[in-house]
């Protein structure tokens, strides 16, 4: 029943927008389109300019400037605009103006979350009421995690991709006015919260310490689940399926090497691997001071590192992140894919809220982390707690933090048990321990990523391979920052 | 029977080992080796001509013991740039000019 009537509201509402000529959901406009078409209008134009000096400042400044009559107001008048849905596609032209459009407009919602609670009822609750009159809405007053399970049981109409992409529009905000809920726990949530198993808490928590939010909304496009994907993996070894591909009797097994001579043995991968090993294994010649000494010139590896994904076709490069190894050996050339020396470690190790803090100042990691999280978020609805099942989806986000200020990798040459990492630690980050905890675990103790980064290996769509966690490790920890 | 036409001059390629390739590395990554191979009859000019001539019997005469080759040779006219691969002590390594990306009789 409650599926049904939140489908009529997905259906009467998409009707409803595509009535009021809005943007419809099924294909968003792209940020630099969307920036064009705002600056054609000269209400919504000088409305963005004004954003755009609300958040030119520092930290600090920011927040009291967004909080102003004046860029308040801008924020109002932009929601309506057609920057307010518009999405970026990974490795697009112009992609870092698009994220940077993006971000011009979502960076002043995310800073308030009231703010954006308030859009959110304004745009798709009260248009609702305009357009219906008897379909329900999502139940405001239902416990989080019981909307959360409305939700899912809609995601499972995945074959028809473009009502998936409604629903995780829906989602989308409605997950944004959980969170916003969340932040000011009402007694029934606060109490239903702290006592529940299983849920993983972190994954509504989204506390905001220092002004920060704890998930972000992609800018990317949804990956669909791509059947081509699907099929090339089964079909690289399409009579092993769900067995190792190291069973062959008397042949010596090293997919990662196997990875390496399918790159070698193709002209763009092998010249595009080439640069940056050579780049990322190039010691700068020491300067006049000795301090200044650095194994290598880590903003030059990254950025190589960046152009080998985005422009090598995953066939080829996936395969060396992502092998399946039998042994040690195999699982330290797996580790050192990236070159981690220079894209990975750096002598500091900062913490992880550092991290990601210099992350969020800047408009590709910050997308790239929001894309990870909304992509490798782990859920306890699917079998392989992945969001909609979507391998494909996860990898891919987490390919796109390579090279970026959050690259991650392998934390040891472990060939069966996999764990990834950051290069950060919680280690005296005093109160906010718990959220950098949560934080770095959704790296750490991601049973989906684990699964899908395992399933690559195999070359299956894992089955028997699923990771197992005890429940208790897909907890966040102990005490989550909701309460206080 | 007519003499089988010698194959001009061209680039051919080989899947090798690091290892193989014998600039001793040890790793087990495959590389594809191009390697310039063939006849350059075709490309004899009027100097390797005289020069065949001046060999056998023209230097001797004028008392020089010069040795030139009688021929144009198939060689690279350029290398692939750099190659890099991982040994098998996990280490990064960059080597240039080990394949040939063009051939000609020079």
Known sequence: ?484 | KRARRPKPCSLRELELTVSELGLGYDSDETVLLRYCSGKCTAHRQNYDITMEHMTKTGFKKKGRKDKVSNGPCCRPTAYEKEFSFLDNKSRYHTIQNVSAKNCGCV
């Open chain 1, 1 to 484: 029943m409650v599926l049904i009537t939140l489908i009529t509201l997905v259906f009467v509402l998409d009707v409803c927008d595509s009535e009021l000529g809005s943007p419809g959901w099924r294909e968003p406009l792209d940020c630099v389109r969307a920036s064009e078409l705002c600056n054609q209008n000269s209400q919504c134009s000088s409305r963005y300019r004004i954003m755009r000096q609300c958040l030119s400042g520092g930290d600090k400044e920011r927040s009291a400037m967004l909080a102003s009559k004046e860029c308040q107001g801008a924020l109002e008048v932009l929601q309506d605009s057609p920057l307010y849905d518009c999405r970026c596609k990974r490795g697009m032209k112009k992609e870092l103006q698009c994220l940077q459009n993006y971000w011009s407009i979502h960076m002043g919602l995310t800073e308030d979350r009231d703010d954006a609670f308030r859009a959110f009822k304004r745009r798709y609750l009260n248009a609702e009421d305009v357009c219906r009159g008897t379909a329900e809405t999502v139940d405001e007053e239902k416990e989080p995690e019981e909307r959360q399970d409305q939700i899912n049981v809609t995601g499972e109409h995945r074959e028809d991709k473009a009502s998936t992409y409604l629903i995780y529009s829906v989602y989308q905000r409605t997950w944004r006015s959980i969170s916003a809920r969340l932040n000011q726990p009402h007694p029934v949530s606060k109490a239903s919260l702290s006592g529940r198993d299983i849920k993983p808490q972190h994954q509504y928590h989204a506390d905001f310490q220092g002004g920060e939010e704890f998930y972000e909304t992609s800018p990317y496009e949804p990956i669909h689940f791509s059947e081509e994907f699907r099929h090339a993996s089964i079909i690289s070894d399409s009579s092993l399926t769900k067995v190792s591909p190291c069973s062959e009797a008397g042949k010596p097994c090293n997919p990662c090497l196997d990875a390496a001579k399918a790159c070698n043995l193709n002209e763009t991968c092998k010249r595009l691997r080439s640069a940056y090993n050579s780049i990322c294994s190039k010691a700068v010649p020491p300067q006049s001071s000795l301090a200044n000494q650095e194994p290598c010139s880590r903003k030059r590896c990254q950025k190589a590192l960046r152009q080998f994904f985005e422009r090598v076709s995953w066939e080829l490069s996936y395969p060396l992140l992502f092998c399946f190894c039998p042994d040690q050996a195999c699982a330290e050339r797996r580790r050192r894919t990236i070159v981690p020396s220079c894209s990975h470690q750096e002598r500091h190790k900062p913490s992880c809220l550092e991290l990601r803090h210099t992350c969020r100042s800047d408009a590709l990691c910050r997308s790239r982390l929001a894309d990870f999280h909304m992509n490798c978020q782990m859920t306890p609805h699917t079998v392989t707690s992945c969001p909609h099942d979507n391998y494909h989806g996860c990898l891919m986000s987490y390919v796109g933090l390579i090279g970026s200020d959050v690259t991650p990798n392998y934390s040891d040459s472990n060939p069966s048990n996999i764990t990834i990492s950051l290069w950060c630690s919680c280690r005296g980050t005093g109160s906010q321990e718990p959220e950098c905890e949560a934080f770095h675990r959704d790296f750490t103790h991601n049973t989906c990523l684990k699964n899908a980064i395992q399933s690559f290996g195999y070359g299956s769509e894992g089955g028997t391979l699923l990771a197992t966690e005890a429940p208790s490790t897909i907890l966040p920890p102990a005490q989550p920052p909701v309460i206080s």
